[in-house]
């Protein structure tokens, strides 16, 4: 067939290059089995006729190209192999190791460590340990207002200016729930100086409100109640002998007997039969003059404690001018939840000459210690809201009767 190289050409390439010889006998040999049988071949002559037919035309020496194979054969390494394909054993694997890398030419590294002279190797100094934070107070207990003199005109609420006009009050404390007082008064001012009555706020434009009320947040809600106070207020408003039930007031629970706006007559007066059926046939405790208008304890507490005894004739102002003698205001009778009005009902009391537990209402004769301390302006409150008295060097010098307190 064209262009296939005879047999005996296939057996010796086969021979010299799937399997290394290590002496020059065994390409004879491998020409002697791969000739025709009862051949005589000449050794010289059939290697270089292998390689005449392996390059035509090539002017190479026979004998030198004969010799190149068997050199190729002796290479050093190989191991002689029959040249039929026998598997390898471990016995004709070469264990030669490959020969070593040449050393390395890196420049091995400096073992010292190098410090840049831009780095400052100043040790830095030990950390101090934690300053231990002082407890924060639960929210409601401690007043942000100070505690000013007992020779004071007033103790520093809004309430206190706005005693002579209900309404406004009650439109205050309204911008005073879950708002500081230092963003809820200018906004007030605002507010009152444009609608300065009831009749004003109720006709006023409901946008132009809520946009005036939009720093404080809730300003929907709060121009909402605002608003429906004013059009009670103005439909009906607070008159002596006319009560109105309200639950859950002072406390959580109290009033549950009564239906919610339920009318009750005057509070006052004598009561007939059994002495727990009259107040509640009466309302006493859970029926307020206001109830039809709000209801909020905040709103309730601020209003007995500054408007009611003149809305009820009992007094020429909240203070209980015009009265003298066992007479007591409706401020001593309240028990407020709020911070503000608690530090300025201890303030009232003090100024009394009673030491007043803002949570039970009880009261000891006060101490000329304290009365002292709190002229010179050394009173202040602690993490629970209670009052402490502090020395003038910042310590605390003593407690009160209540709990270890003022």
């Not at 290394?20 to 791969?34: F, Q, R, Y």
């Not at 490959?98 to 190797?121: G, H, V």
């Not at 003038?392 to 009767?401: R, S, V």
Request: glycine share 10%.
């Amino acid at each position: 067939m064209a262009g296939r190289p005879p047999p005996l050409r296939l057996a010796l390439t086969d021979a010299l290059t799937n399997a290394p010889l290590d002496n020059s006998s065994v390409g004879d040999e491998a020409i002697k089995d791969a000739s025709p049988p009862g051949a005589e071949t000449n050794e010289s002559d059939n290697c270089s006729d292998i390689l005449a037919e392996a390059s035509p035309g090539s002017t190479t020496n026979k004998s030198d190209e004969c010799g190149s194979l068997t050199a190729r054969a002796n290479m050093p390494g190989n191991q002689a192999t029959n040249i039929k394909d026998e598997p390898k054993s471990p016995s004709n694997i070469s264990t030669t190791q490959p020969p070593s890398p040449p050393p390395s030419t890196k420049r091995p590294r400096n073992p010292k460590p190098i410090t840049s002279p831009f780095w400052n190797t100043t040790p830095l100094p030990p950390i101090p340990p934690p300053i231990p934070k002082t407890p924060r107070p639960p929210p409601n207990t401690v007043s942000s207002l100070p505690i000013p003199p007992l020779t004071s005109p007033s103790f520093g609420l809004i309430q206190e200016s706005l005693a002579s006009d209900p309404f406004a009050l009650l439109v205050a404390t309204t911008f005073l729930t879950k708002t500081k007082a230092t963003a809820a008064i200018p906004v007030f001012r605002q507010l009152m100086d444009l609608h300065p009555t009831p009749e004003a706020i109720a006709s006023a434009d409901e946008g132009v409100v809520q946009n005036m009320m939009q720093p404080l947040g809730l300003s929907y809600v709060r121009t909402k109640k605002i608003q429906r106070m004013a059009r009670t207020w103005i439909a009906q408003p607070p008159e002596k002998g006319k009560r109105f039930g309200v639950r859950n007031y002072p406390s959580l629970g109290d009033g549950s007997w009564v239906q919610q706006g339920e009318v009750f007559g005057a509070e006052d007066g004598e009561g007939e039969g059994n002495r727990v059926e009259d107040v509640k046939r009466r309302g006493v405790g859970c029926a307020w003059e206001i109830g039809h208008v709000t209801t909020g304890a905040y709103a309730l507490d601020s209003w007995r404690m500054f408007c009611r005894d003149v809305l009820l004739g009992r007094a020429e102002d909240w203070k209980g001018g015009g009265r003298g003698g066992e007479f007591q205001p409706e401020w001593m009778r309240v028990l407020p939840r709020d911070k503000e009005l608690r530090a300025c009902l201890r303030w009232l009391w003090m100024k009394e000459g009673w030491e007043w537990d803002a949570v039970t209402g009880e009261r000891e004769v006060l101490r000329e210690g304290v009365r002292r301390a709190v002229d010179e302006g050394r009173v202040g409150y602690d993490e629970r809201g209670e009052l402490v008295v502090v020395d003038e060097k910042g310590g605390e010098e003593y407690g009160g009767h209540f709990q270890g307190r003022v």
